[in-house]
């Protein structure tokens, strides 16, 4: 072997040398031709006399100088020498210029052809842009113009302005390509060239490469200039500013100049943008404008052929559109059977590309039965006409594709359809190999198994559908029916490949066992281990697929780790090495993945121990789970020591929150040489946010329970737990993510939520103000059409951050940080507009930049500006629909900064903050749902349903209750009533019960028994809105809106002492129906029964005075009264504790105590859930009662007569005028004491 080798070593060597030859024999041919033209230039420009050439003469010259220059450009290209070709141009051009001057421009000797392939031969070399531009240049500006002398024989034609076109786009010059092209175009002044069908293809080509590309570029002057002068954008306008484009560029062309292979381009533009602008509210209508090219297409008499008919239909499949599908399918094939004479202008025949895109199409868009039935077309056709399209493997795989990739974005009962229409396809597809035809193949097959999946199979099971697969209803479990589809492979003796067995585990789920026994029916599947053990059979597996077994094995394992079944680890790993196959680094992965899930921590470090080859590790891990490692690796693969193995243990450690074992595992992997990379450090930094998270969630719920047992040592209403735990795990990720290059939206989120759960706030205002500046930086690429904030990577992380960040100060009481993220959003959201508006060429405000203070004036004794902005942030660029919500402050993040205020006691704030959600309550008026709506109203546009506005309604309602509350604690009644009067203006609906149960109770607090009861009647004077059958619940039927606010009012009144108010509230409430009346109507007219089942002690206590005075009141005589009081209370039932009845107890201390004379309560014998009052002591009660009553109105009336009389106003008045006196007299005498001083 020693031998050959230095025998092919001189060979290869000379075959180099022999190469070297070859360019070198070229570049001295081009050399001396550049010599040649440069000598003849300089002997002409030497001659004195002009030079007369015939055109015979000239004509042989040029079509000489034409292939020699051709010929050396193209060789100078081979050997990549662009120096050479341009100093052949320059020559060429030199020589020309000399014969023009010396026969008076008589005899032009270029071609325009030379330069067009000089500019495709250097664009062939490393020669950069600059190289090839000047080259251009020359051909425009020194050989092209009509100041210059006359050297070439034609005018510029398209095929120079083809290659250079073709030169921009190999280097991505879109922006150049297009400047350049209308130049030529639109310049009046300059050499003009017009292009052709070609030049269209070129560009339109170049613009569909770009957006696969993500290629971007500034708006052009025109388009800017278009915005600022009207103002108006165009709402039909794409916002893939490519396509935008590619119709400008078509009305350049005239119908001549366009044939079937421009549009074929133009719809590729189209094709790409349906592809990549598919998110809401930036979605570009590819339908549309696939068919207003095909319009465009008929009017210009230019017939398409089937390739550019594939491209709409893509089109209609990229854009789920499967009516425009079938629409143009129908077309085709009706197109094909009209006369010949009609066919002016027609389609052609569909293919078998064709109709397997519209079966797509439908399958896609989950219509299974429509594309069956055009297979079934298909065939009915094939059989009938031989001219037809016979539907093959691939038609049929296709249609199955379809379904699984629809699968992917659908639910349960939309992936059972899908699953049943794959499931009928291959049902066709078995019945065609009966029939000897083309039949289903391995790949059909792995798709059917990629759609498999429990949710699917229980959904399609209690379906009641006839078409319902029989082989799914026959099983019951759901590993049957894999195992059967398995089988069926097998009886049409269809190879089963690594994927077939790969897709079949993974479709089992979470289902250990039935991953295992479907990895037992691969390693007994003699067809499938001969071809996997054979190399030439691995290679037509790509990736992981290519290790065979071992990749069916390591699915298993994926499902056994995420159980943590070790038993089925061990079984996987025998049945593994009964094959004599080894494991790899994927399968130790997850066997460590597996004892994470187990918590057994332990064991991974002995598993890491025994990857060094350690026996004693090995022994350790056969004792516990029967598991010989070393065995079941190759002996190359000892030791096996690599980062990903140790950094699953390192987070499989962190997220049983063994820190200790994590320590050890990087201590081990420092003594080893390998560092974290990138994606294992991340994924330890996101397991420390968790655990700071999970952390605090601790250290809240023991400040909670602190806080109970002494509620008088923390700070109003804020909970303030001692940030330990999740202080150091947060410190940890802080510290950690400094290591990460360039770290994503993805990776800083968590981070900034771990900081605000530890109290870092500060940490996270710096997290969160680096992903605004990121995110600043993704508009300034902006093409003018919105289309990279869609794929903005920051922007669509930063609303859910936010509304985190909030929740976090919200739920401690934090309103500094709360206020600080608020001006950080309000900031990003006004330079969002304002970069909108600029690109609109519309002009900013000037108070955009006071905007963003508006939140930090909150926390100062400044007053809330009266033009505070509406509900504007959807002007934040079109991001709203994208991101499903805006950047800026929306109602529930304003909500949060309330609660916040409120947790935290800062009434201020609160006050201050209520007219910034305003237009958020505004929104969810009842009078703009259209179910209220007048009819004339309706028109023309859409409105919400009243079940939407009160979904909208019931998540923003809790503003208000937080600021009631803060009111109330800090004592601010008269900021309570406004804050309600001005929700029930905005809302049009009455305000939450809790927040006028706040607000009455601060009003009994400051003894304003009147304004509790005008409260009460303002809120119940507001009609309610109707609840949907989703809004209602058993637990509003119970307890209704107006029983808890009678309730909770009485209660506060009562708490208070203001009896008499609480008693007319009872009176009103019962008369209108909403409490319930306690009498109750009985046949024996010696006793009075009253029922206070369900009532508070306060009811209860208004329910008695109110039915004694009612009842007195019916009688003639007052005095009369000659009946016993029974009270029902009950045997407490429903008490805190069962049957111990707590309502008696109370009643009667309320009997003995408030009532006076006091109510002697008894209880019945036998009965412990009823009190008898005899009727001596309700009799005491009522002359009580009468005597207090004549009392005020004896000491009203002399009031009154005081002040009728005048001797009350003179009594005031000489009082006043003796104080008077009696102040001057003191300052007379203080003043002589300084006089003698």
Same mark, same amino acid.
């Given at each position: 072997m020693a031998k050959k080798k230095r025998s092919l070593e001189p060979k290869a060597t000379k075959d180099e040398s022999r190469s070297y030859n070859v360019n070198d024999a070229l570049i001295n041919a081009c050399t001396s031709l550049v010599y040649f033209l440069n000598n003849e230039a300089d002997s002409l420009n030497t001659l004195d006399n002009q030079l007369q050439?015939?055109?015979?003469?000239?004509?042989?010259?040029?079509?000489?100088?034409?292939?020699?220059?051709?010929?050396?450009?193209?060789?100078?290209?081979?050997?990549?020498?662009?120096?050479?070709? =341009?100093?052949?141009?320059?020559?060429? &051009?030199?020589?020309?210029?000399?014969?023009?001057?010396?026969?008076?421009?008589?005899?032009?000797?270029?071609?325009?052809r030379i330069f067009g392939e000089v500019i495709t031969s250097i664009s062939k070399t490393k020669a950069s842009h600059s190289k090839v531009k000047s080259l251009w240049n020359l051909f425009l500006n020194d050989v092209a113009s009509d100041s210059s002398p006359t050297i070439?024989?034609?005018?510029?034609?398209?095929?120079e302005l083809n290659a250079m076109l073709t030169s921009l786009s190999e280097r991505n010059k879109v922006s150049a390509a297009l400047t350049l092209y209308r130049r030529m175009v639109e310049d009046e002044v300059g050499v003009k060239i017009e292009g052709d069908a070609y030049t269209a293809s070129i560009l339109f080509g170049m613009l569909a490469d770009s957006i696969s590309n993500g290629g971007v570029r500034n708006t052009n002057d025109r388009v800017a200039n278009n915005y600022a002068a009207d103002d108006v954008i165009d709402?039909?306008?794409?916002?893939?500013?490519?396509?935008?484009?590619?119709?400008?560029?078509?009305?350049?062309?005239?119908?001549?100049?366009?044939?079937?292979?421009?549009?074929?381009?133009?719809?590729? &533009?189209?094709?790409?943008?349906?592809?990549?602008?598919?998110?809401?509210?930036m979605r570009h209508n590819g339908v549309q404008c696939a068919m207003s090219v095909l319009e465009r297409m008929k009017t210009d008499s230019i017939s398409p052929d089937v390739i550019t008919c594939s491209t709409l239909m893509t089109t209609f499949d990229k854009g789920r559109n499967w009516k425009a599908a079938v629409t143009l399918l129908n077309a085709m094939e009706a197109s094909s059977k009209a006369d010949e004479t009609d066919k002016k202008w027609s389609l052609p025949l569909p293919n078998t590309f064709t109709y397997a895109l519209a079966i797509s199409a439908c399958a896609r868009c989950n219509k299974g039965e429509l594309a069956l039935s055009i297979l079934d077309q298909m065939e009915t056709k094939a059989s009938s006409d031989e001219t037809s399209v016979e539907p093959n493997t691939w038609v049929y795989n296709a249609a199955i594709a379809a379904c699984s990739e629809s699968n992917q974005q659908s639910r349960s009962k939309a992936k059972a359809a899908n699953l049943l229409t794959a499931l009928k396809i291959l049902e066709k597809m078995e019945k065609l190999t009966s029939n000897g035809s083309n039949g289903p193949d391995t790949v059909s097959y792995n798709t059917i198994f990629s759609l498999l999946d429990t949710a699917s199979f229980n959904a399609l099971k209690e379906m009641n559908d006839g078409d319902a697969m029989s082989q799914l209803k026959r099983h019951d479990r759901f590993a049957d029916v894999v195992i059967d589809l398995l089988d069926s492979m097998r009886e049409h003796g269809i190879s089963r490949d690594a994927i077939t067995y790969y897709n079949a585990i993974m479709a089992c789920g979470l289902d250990s066992q039935d991953a295992l026994e479907i990895f037992r029916l691969c390693i007994y599947d003699k067809q499938f281990i001969e071809t996997a053990t054979v190399k030439d059979?691995?290679?037509?597996?790509?990736?992981?697929?290519?290790?065979? &077994?071992?990749? &069916?094995?390591?699915?298993?394992?994926?499902?056994?780790?995420?159980?943590?079944?070790?038993?089925?680890?061990?079984?996987?790993?025998?049945?593994?090495?009964?094959?004599?196959?080894?494991? =790899?680094?994927?399968?130790?992965?997850?066997?460590?993945?597996?004892?994470?899930?187990?918590?057994?921590?332990?064991?991974i470090l002995a598993l890491l121990i025994c990857l060094r080859g350690q026996d004693f590790a090995n022994d350790l891990m056969k004792e516990r789970y029967s598991i010989d490692v070393l065995s079941n690796l190759s002996e190359k693969s000892i030791p096996m020591i690599e980062e990903e193995i140790y950094s699953a243990a390192i987070t499989s450690s962190l997220r049983h929150d063994q820190l200790g074992v994590a320590d050890q595992v990087l201590l081990s992997m420092k003594k080893n040489g390998l560092t974290l990379n990138q994606n294992s450090l991340k994924e330890i930094i996101l397991e420390y946010c968790r655990m700071a998270i999970d952390s605090s969630k601790d250290e809240f719920k023991i400040a909670r329970l602190m806080k109970r047992q002494e509620p008088d040592v923390t700070v109003h209403g804020i909970v303030e737990p001692i940030y330990i735990t999740s202080l150091a795990r947060a410190q940890a990720a802080m510290a950690m993510l400094k290591g990460i290059e360039h770290p994503s939206p993805s990776l800083l989120s968590p981070v900034a939520k771990a900081c605000c759960a530890a109290g870092l706030w500060q940490e996270a205002r710096s997290i969160v103000r680096r992903m605004h500046r990121a995110a600043i930086r993704e508009l300034q690429h902006d093409t003018g059409s919105l289309s990279t904030i869609v794929q903005g990577e920051f922007l669509a992380e930063l609303p859910r951050l936010h509304r985190s960040l909030l929740k976090y100060c919200a739920k401690g009481g934090n309103i500094t940080p709360a206020l600080n993220f608020a001006d950080d959003i309000q900031f990003l959201a006004s330079k969002i507009r304002q970069h909108g508006k600029s690109l609109r060429g519309l002009k900013t405000r000037e108070e955009e930049t006071d905007m963003v203070l508006l939140s930090s004036r909150l926390s100062m004794d400044i007053e809330t500006p009266d033009n505070v902005p509406e509900a504007d942030f959807s002007d934040s660029g079109a991001l709203y629909s994208i991101l499903e919500r805006p950047i800026g402050l929306t109602g529930q993040d304003w909500k949060l900064i309330l609660i916040a205020a409120s947790r935290g006691g800062h009434w201020k704030v609160c006050v201050g903050t209520l007219p910034f959600i305003r237009p958020y309550v505004k929104e969810t008026h009842p009078m703009y749902a259209r179910e209220l709506a007048p009819t004339e109203s309706n028109r023309g546009r859409s409105r919400p349903s009243l079940a939407r506005l009160n979904r909208k309604y019931d998540r923003i309602a809790r503003a208000l209750t937080?600021?009631?509350?803060?009111?109330?604690?800090?004592?601010?009644?008269?900021?309570?009533?406004?804050?309600?009067d001005d929700w029930i203006e905005w809302s049009g609906r009455r305000p939450r019960k809790e927040a006028v149960a706040s607000a009455c109770r601060v009003l009994a607090k400051r003894y304003r028994g009147q304004e509790v009861i005008n409260l009460v009647a303002r809120v119940m004077s507001i009609p309610e809105v109707e609840l949907t059958d989703d809004d209602a619940s058993d637990d509003d039927l119970?307890?209704?809106y107006e029983k808890a606010l009678y309730t909770e009012s009485i209660n506060a009144l009562y708490k208070r002492g203001m009896y008499e108010e609480a008693d007319q509230l009872y009176a009103e409430g019962a008369a209108n129906g909403h409490l319930p009346w306690a009498v109750m109507e009985d046949c024996d007219p010696s006793t009075l029964k009253l029922d206070l089942h369900g009532m508070s002690i306060a009811v209860a206590h208004s329910a008695i005075c109110v039915s004694l005075q009612k009842e007195t009141a019916r009688s003639s005589d007052g005095s009369v009264w000659d009946k016993d009081v029974v009270i029902i209370t009950g045997t407490g039932r429903r008490s805190g504790e069962r049957f111990r009845p707590v309502l008696t107890t109370e009643l009667q201390k309320m009997l003995q105590g408030q009532f006076v004379p006091s109510l002697a309560a008894s209880a019945v014998p036998g009965n412990k859930g009823m009190l008898k009052v005899p009727r001596e002591d309700i009799v005491a009660w009522f002359d009580h009662q009468r005597r207090q009553k004549r009392e005020r109105l004896l000491a009203v009336a002399e009031a009154m007569r005081d002040i009728t009389s005048g001797d009350r106003l003179e009594r005031a008045l000489m009082q006043s005028s003796n104080r008077l006196e009696r102040a001057l007299r003191q300052k007379y005498e203080n003043v002589d004491e300084k006089a003698q001083q």
């Open positions: 050439l015939s055109t015979e003469t000239a004509e042989s010259i040029r079509q000489v100088l034409e292939m020699v220059l051709v010929q050396a450009v193209r060789a100078a290209s081979e050997v990549g020498d662009f120096v050479l070709i =341009n100093k052949l141009i320059h020559a060429a &051009v030199g020589y020309a210029t000399a014969i023009a001057h010396k026969t008076n421009n008589t005899a032009p000797l270029l071609t325009p070439l024989s034609s005018a510029p034609s398209s095929y709402e039909d306008a794409s916002p893939c500013w490519q396509w935008n484009e590619a119709l400008g560029l078509l009305d350049t062309f005239s119908s001549l100049q366009l044939n079937n292979f421009a549009y074929a381009a133009l719809l590729k &533009v189209n094709e790409r943008a349906t592809e990549v602008y598919c998110e809401a509210g059979s691995q290679m037509q597996l790509k990736g992981r697929a290519a290790s065979g &077994v071992v990749f &069916v094995a390591n699915a298993a394992l994926s499902v056994a780790s995420i159980t943590g079944d070790m038993s089925v680890v061990s079984e996987v790993i025998t049945d593994l090495s009964s094959i004599g196959a080894k494991m =790899n680094s994927e399968s130790i992965r997850h066997i460590v993945r597996a004892l994470g899930n187990i918590g057994d921590c332990e064991m937080a600021a009631i509350l803060c009111f109330e604690a800090r004592s601010q009644y008269a900021w309570a009533i406004r804050a309600i119970d307890y209704t």
